[in-house]
Each structure stands twice: as C-alpha cells, then as structure tokens.
C-alpha cells in the first residue's frame, strides 16, 4: 500500500515498498529556545541512520528561510515535533505543523506530555487529526525508543540504483493469517515439509536445535486455547476463544548473550557479567526482528528452512498459547518454581534454564526478562480481534494517550507476581528488562518461500 505521506516514487519487490532515497527523511520542527536539545536529538536520529533536515543547518546560503523550510516539509517523509512549553507558543513551529498537516506528513511530537503542557487551541486542532500519534514519553532519558518508531513509519529505504540484486532484503513477514491472499496448504507442500529431515532441516513435530548456535526449538502443535483473563486488566479482557491453525517451533530458552553475539557480533546487554548464557536484554524490538532476519537469510542460504517458514517473533497468541501449555490459571505452574521476578532475583537476570520448564518443555516463560511479540499493543484489541491466528497490526486507536508500543510478555526480574501471570500484557521499551524469544513459523505470500 502506497505510503500517502510520502510524495516521492517507489517501487515494489515481493510485496514490500521500498522509497528512492531522498535527501532526508525527518523534518524536525522545535523552538530556537530548545535548539540545543534539537540538536543532540538529530545528532542521535543521524547516528541511527535517519536522515534529518533542521533550520538553520541545512539553509543554503542566500536561500529564503521560508521556502526552504517550505520545501523542506514538502520533501520530507516525517515532521518530528519536538514539544515543549516554548514550541506550544512558538508561531514558526505553529506554522511548519499546519503545512506538515496540508501535506499529509505523519507528525510525531515528541516532548512532555500534553497534560504537562496543554496545547495551545493551533497545535491542539493537528493533535486531534488521524495522523498525530505520541512518542515514549520518557523523552529527556533516552531517544531509542523514539528512534525505534521513527524506523518504523520510514520502512526500509532502498539504495540509489535499485535493482533486483541491489536492494536491500526484506525482514521477514508476520506470520500467516487467514486472509483472502493466503496461500492454502497442499499436499505437496505437506511432503515438502515433511522431507526436510533428509536435509537434517527442521522437521514437523520434532524439536530442533540451530547449527552453530546451539539454539533449541521445540514444536508446539496446532490447537485452541482461552486467552485473556476476566480477572487482570481491562486490556486482558475478555476472556476468548483462540485457534492457533498452524503448527511452530518456539525457543526453548530466551535467546542468550552468547546466541546474539555469535550471529550479531556484538552484545548490548548490561548484565554481561551474569556470562554467555544469561538472556540478552536492552534490545529493541527492532533489534531482535533484525535477528530473526539474519537468521532467516543465513539458514535459507543452507537449504536448513522449510520452505514457507521464517524465524520471526512469535505473535501474541503464539505467545500465550505456549506459555500456558494447556493450563488456564494465572501461572502454568507455581511461580516461584519457574521464574526469577521481584521477589527472588536479587534485581539481576539469571543464566536461562535454571528455574523449572512449564508443561510443553519451555523455560522461563514467567520473568527473568520480557519478551518482545510481533503484534502491536492496543488495549482494546481482545474486544473484536478474529478467533484464528490474531496479531495487532497496528498500535490501536488508544495511540494518542499510550504512545506506540509493541506487545511484551512474560515479566522480567524485577517484575511483580502479578506482571508475570500468564495472561498479563504490556506496551514495551528497550532497556536492561527486555529480551525475546525466537520462534520458526509459517508466513505468506511469496516472501515465505
């Protein structure tokens, strides 16, 4: 689907848009008082591989600031609004939102928070409009969390010269979902499934372990479970009837220090003191999807991935389904057996696999660190989410109170009990709490084969 904030062309390759480059990406519009925080927040967009354009930076010498910075908005993919009570007021940045708006431009404010700082009636008319969305509100601390949803709504970028060979691969798709374009099981492709174990290849109903990184995945079969809970949060209800209708291999640890350095070659965890075989944390959400892509493309090189199968992130329903393990209490068994949280951890993480796996064979699936799922969080998603293979797609109409998060699972050490409940759900950001946990699943359309 075409990008409508974006004028420039694009192209197509199995399914996914790629935009030709252009000469930035993000517009940022603040107030001259705050222009050295602006400038610390562009040095840091940059460094993520964002291209930014700022006044008075990129003017030309002898250009007219208002046509430039026209031009600029006209031309850019995003505004990044940096909030605060000198921009609320600021009638330059007023008008650089109102163009941005007429322009159809996504506009992210990123700053304090409107209750902090209520909006003046100009800006408060655009913040109303579909296309306003709020960033991580933690926005003196850290920016990766920004950084992580501007990644998001830019899409990758293609190189100057496309072509076939040039561009650049494409993560791998969300899981299949039942749709008029999915592609419908044969026998044949049954048979090839069911012959990868004469390539030593995963095979249906077999655990498996990644060569080279000593990474085991057990099957977790096809099936119905009750997800949600009518005692936790309104976001965990209702309770409701889901399917899971195709069969996936899920990790039977959190990936490790060790797993994420030997195919990353780096390791950005704070607790590297805990060893190799502690949980790799302070990962974003698009960090670990850039893994199960490597991951992806290496095995694929093999001839080791089924054809129609990609490692990706397990949805949320993939999630819970395997966590509870058939169970339909809080815990798949007694917490304090099967998860290092609040109460136990002594505020550190711990080496995988030290507590008790739940019924499916499973470790750590209640705290240590959070899981990142595909989906995004809406809070309201179980009220009218399908019955068969659900996943949030999009961050909810909540967007504007909650920010944009993706869906994280499981507790982490320094959780309480309650966040640790099997049904428990949650916005996520990066920090020293969060991991994942790979799953290998099917996915559609071409991009699966």
């Not at 920004?146 to 691969?169: C, D, N, R």
Request: a neutral charge.
């Amino acid at each position: 689907m075409l990008d409508l904030a974006c004028p420039v062309s694009e192209i197509s390759r199995l399914g996914k848009t790629f935009h030709l480059p252009m000469s930035h990406d993000v517009f940022i519009s603040y107030s001259t008082k705050d222009k050295k925080f602006s400038q610390a927040l562009c040095h840091a967009l940059e460094n993520a591989g964002i291209k930014c354009w700022m006044a008075p930076r990129d003017i030309k010498a002898g250009e007219k600031w208002s046509a430039a910075i026209k031009r600029a908005i006209e031309t850019c993919r995003l505004m990044l609004l940096v909030y605060t009570k000198d921009s609320n007021v600021s009638d330059d940045v007023l008008r650089e939102v109102g163009l941005a708006a007429k322009n159809k431009k996504t506009i992210i404010p990123f700053g304090e928070s409107a209750e902090k700082v209520p909006m003046n009636d100009g800006l408060e008319y655009y913040l109303n409009a579909d296309h306003w969305l709020e960033a991580h509100p933690d926005w003196r601390l850290e920016f990766s969390e920004l950084i992580q949803t501007v990644k998001h709504y830019l899409g990758p970028i293609a190189p100057p010269k496309p072509s076939p060979e040039s561009l650049p691969p494409t993560p791998p798709p969300p899981p299949v979902r039942e749709t008029a374009a999915t592609p419908k099981v044969t026998v044949e492709s049954e048979k090839r499934v069911a012959n990868v174990a004469n390539t030593q290849s995963p095979n249906a109903g077999k655990a498996w372990t990644v060569p080279e990184l000593n990474l085991e995945m057990v099957p977790i079969a096809a099936g119905m479970f009750q997800m949600g809970s009518d005692n936790g949060r309104d976001s965990e209800k209702p309770v409701h009837t889901v399917r899971i209708t195709k069969p996936f291999w899920l990790g039977r640890y959190q990936v490790t220090q060790g797993q994420w350095e030997a195919l990353m070659g780096n390791n950005p965890s704070h607790f590297k003191n805990i060893g190799k075989n502690a949980p790799v944390e302070n990962v974003s959400w698009i960090d670990a999807m850039e893994f199960c892509r490597k991951l992806t493309e290496r095995e694929r090189a093999t001839g080791r991935l089924p054809e129609g199968y990609a490692y990706i992130l397990p949805t949320e329903a993939q999630w819970e389904y395997a966590c509870r393990a058939g169970t339909t209490g809080d815990y798949s068994r007694v917490l304090d057996e099967m998860g290092w949280y609040q109460k136990n951890s002594d505020n550190q993480t711990h080496p995988v696999g030290q507590k008790k796996a739940n019924a499916w064979g499973l470790y750590d699936m209640h705290g240590n660190v959070w899981e990142w799922c595909f989906d995004w969080y809406d809070i309201r998603y179980y009220a009218n989410s399908p019955s068969s293979d659900p996943y949030a797609n999009s961050p909810g109409s909540d967007r504007l109170v909650l920010g944009s998060y993706r869906i994280i699972r499981g507790g982490s050490y320094s959780s309480t009990a309650e966040m640790c409940q099997s049904p428990f759900r949650s916005g996520g950001v990066t920090g020293k709490i969060t991991g994942f946990r790979l799953a290998l699943s099917a996915v559609g359309g071409e991009e699966g084969k």
